[in-house]
């Protein structure tokens, strides 16, 4: 597991002293993924160098399995640092070696010997399934067979703490979708405190068990993945919610935007909502997942009851509901924290 | 005036080298030529690319960033790089003599033509590096190793295509300087091509100087870019 406790990075001294990251607390369990997001500017790529400790905090400490690592001499840094594996944006291979001698690199470091290391690295390579690809270049491989010789790379010294840092921007949804569940499967076989540092919230759901937001070098926002989905007052649980365009609601009726607030919502609602109610209600956009065994999402329900029994009927089903304007692009807290959170 | 020309006509024919005689000339020059570029070139690689590795990894962002080393460190390269080479080998003969003990022959044309090539290897080289991705040397260091390995395998390693290509610069620009420097009685081709060729109009030696220094530069050029798609993975395959 890791932990980062009140970290504080500053560029430069006196007047023109700049406070990137200020005093950040973030702990990750062995077993874990946790999502790091945040606008470009707000101090995500300086938090992955303090991590991987490329860069030194100013101070605060990088504690990995009970040490902490922000202190060490250099020499004893280079070492600790093996703890922590590190997956670039571009996964940044030497292009004149193959994928094998590629991930060979951290055990050639190291002084393995040559028998030891290519055991290694075949198994490395088989755990990401590139076996087939040992003896190619990086200009022949693929831009998620590249990131999967950086994943392995990243392995190679048997680390606790895999760090990724913004490894799957710029490939495309496919390939995310494939790397991310690679990565969840390394984390649960190799019991690894995954810290997944991105600026595309449609990864998020799909990789991390918790997130934080990052903001101004701050954490503004932490939890659980359904603990942010579920709670309506949460920016990053709006954000990470898929934004909908819904159909107009019949004349008479009133659109309602639904959320899921609770951890309890039956799968059924719509239809209890309808009996309660004594009307047919029309579903005029809807996404529901399950994240952690937890259905989660939102919808835009059409009804004709008055707007005080409809509220009601959501709220006995653990949905928060708001009616939306006449206006066609309300400026709900919703969508106005989405679009605070569109970045990418 | 007319018997004057006649003379001077008389004289150029008289001087021409016969051409069975022209190999006895050349080869002993060209084997200096190859002796002083030979001996130079081993200097500049040796000493200008631990420069072109200090000078890079001083600079901002490097692995041991020194803005004042590396501003000094520059600064000397630059004034390396500034004398026109006649300039600089007529600068230094004292120092040239401290070192050699002569000012003259190829001992004495290596000193001037090395303190030339370090610093032009030396930029041509940092130029390499800086070539390389930031992101390929936070890897190699993300991945434990220590700045001499980082250096090796993944700054150097990874240019040594464009080095082959900056060598293959230096190199011909050696042959250049050796010529030059043949004006200094400093023997090989230039040395040739000045006293026969310029001094006593012998059109024979000058015109095979000529297509022996063409010659020369063109197959260092072809073998330098021979080594370089060696070195290339993707021209590599494709070849």
């Not at chain 1, 048997?158 to 496919?174: C, I, K, Q």
Request: charged share 15%; proline share 5%.
């Amino acid at each position: 597991m890791i932990s980062l406790k009140n970290l504080t990075k500053v560029y430069g001294h006196g007047d023109s002293a700049v406070t990137v990251l200020d005093g950040l607390d973030i702990e990750v369990a062995t077993g874990q993924i946790l999502a790091v997001v945040g606008p470009s500017g707000a101090g995500k790529s300086t938090l992955a160098q303090c991590i991987n400790l490329l860069e030194r905090p100013t101070s605060g400490q990088v504690i990995v399995n009970g040490e902490d690592l922000a202190r060490l001499p250099e020499r004893r840094l280079r070492v600790a640092r093996r703890r922590i594996g590190t997956i670039f944006q571009s996964a940044s291979l030497l292009s004149r070696r193959t994928a094998a001698q590629n991930i060979a690199l951290p055990l050639q470091y190291l002084g393995v010997t040559p028998a030891e290391t290519a055991a290694r690295v075949a198994e490395l390579l088989e755990r990401v399934g590139l076996s087939h690809r040992a003896n190619h270049y990086p200009f022949e491989l693929s831009g998620g067979q590249l990131q999967r010789v950086g994943i392995a790379r990243a392995l190679a010294l048997r680390p606790s703490v895999l760090l990724s840092d913004e490894a799957t921007s710029g490939l495309d949804p496919e390939t995310t979708r494939s790397v991310v569940a690679l990565l969840r499967q390394l984390r649960d076989d190799l019991d690894l405190a995954v810290v997944f540092i991105t600026h595309e919230m449609d990864t998020v759901l799909h990789v991390a068990d918790s997130a934080a937001r990052l903001e101004h070098g701050r954490i503004a926002e932490q939890g659980s993945l359904v603990d942010l989905l579920t709670d309506h007052d949460s920016i990053l649980g709006r954000a990470l919610q898929p934004q909908l365009s819904s159909a107009d609601p019949a004349a008479g009726s009133r659109a309602w935007h639904v959320t899921y607030d609770s951890r309890s919502v039956p799968a059924d609602w719509l239809q209890r909502i309808s009996t309660d109610l004594g009307e047919p209600a029309a579903l005029l956009a809807a996404t529901i997942q399950s994240i952690g065994g937890t259905s989660t999402g939102n919808a835009t329900v059409g009804l004709r009851s008055p707007e005080r029994l409809a509220a009601a009927a959501f709220a006995r089903y653990g949905l928060r509901a708001v009616p939306r304007a006449a206006d066609p692009h309300p400026s709900t807290p919703a969508t106005r924290a989405t679009e605070e959170l569109q970045w990418a | 005036m007319g018997l004057n020309i006649s003379a001077a006509v008389q004289i150029r024919a008289l001087a021409d080298t016969p051409l069975p005689e022209l190999p006895a000339l050349l080869v002993p020059a060209l084997g200096e030529t190859l002796a002083m570029v030979g001996i130079v070139m081993l200097v500049v690689v040796s000493l200008g690319t631990p420069i072109a590795v200090a000078l890079h990894n001083m600079a901002p962002g490097g692995l041991f960033e020194h803005r004042g080393t590396y501003s000094v460190l520059s600064w000397i390269v630059n004034i390396g790089r500034s004398l026109p080479f006649l300039v600089l080998m007529a600068a230094i003969v004292p120092f040239t003599r401290f070192v050699t003990g002569t000012n003259i022959g190829i001992a004495a044309a290596v000193v001037p033509m090395s303190l030339a090539g370090i610093p032009f290897f030396a930029r041509l080289v940092e130029n390499c590096l800086r070539d390389v991705p930031r992101s390929v040397t936070a890897a190699a260091r993300a991945s434990g190793g220590s700045p001499l390995q980082i250096i090796r395998t993944a700054q150097l390693g990874e240019a040594v295509p464009a080095i082959l290509g900056g060598l293959t610069i230096n190199t011909i620009a050696m042959i250049e300087y050796s010529a030059i420097a043949g004006t200094i009685g400093a023997g090989g081709i230039g040395y040739v091509a000045v006293t026969y060729g310029y001094q006593r109009f012998d059109q024979t030696v000058m015109l095979a100087t000529v297509l022996l220094l063409i010659a020369m530069v063109t197959i260092v050029q072809v073998g330098g870019d021979a080594l370089v798609r060696a070195t290339t993975p993707h021209l590599r395959r494709r070849a």
